[in-house]
C-alpha cells in the first residue's frame, strides 16, 4: 500500500487541561483509535510544544500539537459507477449532496455501491487521500452536503478547521412533538453501554458534543427544525433529539415507537408509517476554502421525501384548524 504523510496542528482546548495526552488526541482526533495515537507519540510522530513527549503526559490546557499522521491509501477500495450528485467541484474540492441509502465508507458488509466506490470511479486520484478525501461523513438515510478533499493539503486544512469547530453544517429534521422555542443540548456523548451500536447522552466519560436548534414551523404534533452542529459527534443530532423527547420522525434507532396524533387522517397516518428513515437533511455547507483563504458556502433543498411530509403535515394542521372553526 503506498503512504502519505500530514500533519495536524492541534491547541488543546481548556476542558482537556488534567488530562493525559493520549486521552486528549483520542477526543480531539476520533477518526483514530487510542491505541495508534500512543504507537505514533512512542515513535516521536507526536511534539507537544516542539518537544517529544508521552502517551501518559499531563497536560494544562493551550499547548500546542503536531501529530504527522501517515495514512495508507486504500488501495482495496475500487472504483464504481455509482450515480452521485455532484453539487460544485475544483482542483481542491468536491461538494455532493449525498442521496438517502447510500453508505459513505465500504465497511462490512458494504464493500461496494458506497459513496466512496462511486468517489473514485469520478475521479481515480483520489485513492491518494485519507478516507479517499471524505473530511466528515453522514448516516446512510440522511441526505444532503458533504465536502471531499481532493488533494493532501486540502484535506488537512479542512480537518484541522472541522476539529476547530469552523466549518458550518446546518441541518433541517422532522421531530415528535410541538416544541415552544429553539434552544442549545449541550450533553457529552459516547458509546451506549449496553448496546454497542448505538450512541448516548452520557453522565460521565463522554465526549463534548452541543447542538443549537430553532423553530422553523410548528404542526399540531410535529416541528420542523433547523439545526447547526457546534461539534461532530456519530448520530448527535438523532441522540440529543431523542434525549429532550423529541425524537427525529422515521429514525429507526432512537425514534421509539410510532406515534400517531389523535384524529389523524388516512394520508397522516400511511405518510408517517410509511416514512422510511429519520428525517434528517444536511442542507447549508460552508467553510474557508483551502486554496483562495475565502469564505464559501453552499445549500440543497430540502428531498422530495421530506418536502412531502411537510405538506402533509400542513394539510393536516389546516384540516383541524377548520375543524376547531366550525364550532
Known sequence: MMSESEVLQLVIPAHLASHRLDQALAELLPD???ARLQQWIKA???TLNGDLCRPRDKLRGNEKVEVRVEHEAQTNWIAE????EVVYEDEAVIIVNKPAGLVVHPGTGNNSGTLVNGLLHH???LIEVPRAGIVHRLDKDTTGLLVVARTLAAHTQLVERLQARDVKREYETIVNGTMTAGGTIDEPMGRHPVHRTRMGVLVSGGKPAVTHYRVKRRFRAHTHLQVNLETGRTHQIRVHMAHIRHSIVGDPVYGGRLRLPPK???TLIETLRGFPRQALHAAKLGFVHPLTAKPV???VPLPDDMQHLLRVLADDDRHH???YNDY
Do not use: F
Open 32 to 34: 483514530y483509535s487510542r
Open 44 to 46: 516521536g510522530r507526536v
Open 81 to 84: 459507477d455509482v450515480p452521485i
Open 123 to 125: 475521479d481515480a486520484k
Open 264 to 266: 389523524s387522517g388516512e
Open 297 to 299: 458556502e453552499w445549500s
Open 321 to 323: 384548524q377548520d375543524e
